[in-house]
């Protein structure tokens, strides 16, 4: 355990598959609790045989995952120092290629968000090709359209129009990724692109010090809904769009993706209406 420490202390460890799902305990069928995605860092917390278990540096949540899906760096990566260009991908799934050749076939997809080093992005603007360092060393090459180096935080106001290029992208318990949210992931993503970084797990972000209670006639689009059994048993979560309606993600109603919904329509948890629904806003 203390050599395990130690390393913590020395290398840098990021994630080198497009998506790892991160599970309560270290066992293939256990459940899901979140996600880590491509070049995010995470922290090393312990080892079992072939699990991992990490903490996601952005919110802190903890899961464990196959051990093969992290690769340890002796320097930082992607750490928006200046010193290496970034760039971040806004397609909602990637390919990344280890040639500047499309017919050769991606050698992964990435997802949404995903920064990434780049090697000199901006001098060669005519060309459709921008050349990547990977967390793992090697080089590899991404379409200039499915990435940007313009990365800049929208006001509360745009959280809108915004959101609504996320309608039907698909549920994926646990998921924190544009290959699929569930509800607490898909808000904790759109409250990132106005540059908060609110707490992963639902119960978190309903009880969140930065944010403060409010009335159902008082919410204004951007503001955030949370339902459940009771205060102390949040279940779901979406956000506030004006005229009663709300975008989210779950798979009730028999339609598991991101859409729009009527206040007015009960929303179900399976055994019946949820019972407890509270209003947030940003303080």
């Known amino acids: 355990m203390l050599s395990l420490l130690v390393a913590s202390f020395l290398t840098f460890s990021y994630v080198q598959v497009p998506v790892v799902t991160m599970r309560e305990t270290p066992y293939e069928f256990s459940k899901a ?69 499309t017919s050769s076939g991606a050698i992964f997809i990435l997802p949404f968000e995903c920064r990434l080093e780049a090697i000199d992005p901006f001098n060669e603007p005519d060309c459709s090709w921008i050349t990547l360092n990977l967390p793992d060393g090697k080089q590899a090459y991404i379409q200039r359209g499915d990435v940007t180096c313009e990365m800049y935080a929208i006001t509360k106001e745009e959280l809108f129009e915004y959101s609504k290029r996320f309608l039907h992208l698909p549920f994926t318990p646990g998921g924190r990724s544009s290959f699929g949210y569930d509800s607490s992931g898909f808000v904790q993503m759109l409250y990132r692109h106005i540059g908060l970084a609110i707490p992963r797990r639902i119960q978190d972000q309903c009880d969140w010090e930065g944010f403060e209670k409010i009335s159902l006639d008082q919410c204004e689009s951007g503001d955030l809904i949370f339902w459940g059994r009771s205060a102390s048993e949040i279940q779901h979560v979406g956000m506030y769009l004006g005229d009663k309606r709300f975008i989210h ?30 209003m947030r806003r940003v303080r």
Do not use: H, M
């Not at 079992?48 to 990490?54: F, G, L, N, R, V």
């Not at 093969?68 to 909602?92: G, K, Q």
């Not at 991101?258 to 407890?276: A, C, H, M, Q």
């Open 249 to 278: 993600i779950t798979t009730k109603e028999n339609q598991p993706w991101v859409r729009i919904s009527d206040l007015d329509t009960p929303l179900y948890n399976g055994k019946g209406e949820w019972p407890f629904r509270t």
């Open 33 to 101: 609790v979140s996600q880590a995605i491509f070049a995010e860092e995470v922290v090393v917390l312990e080892t079992d045989a072939e699990w991992t278990k990490i903490e996601t540096k952005e919110d802190g949540c903890k899961g464990w995952i196959s051990s093969d899906a992290i690769v340890d760096r002796d320097i930082a990566y992607a750490d928006c120092s200046c010193i290496t260009p970034l760039v971040e991908v806004t397609s909602f799934a990637a390919p990344v290629y280890d040639r500047q050749d």
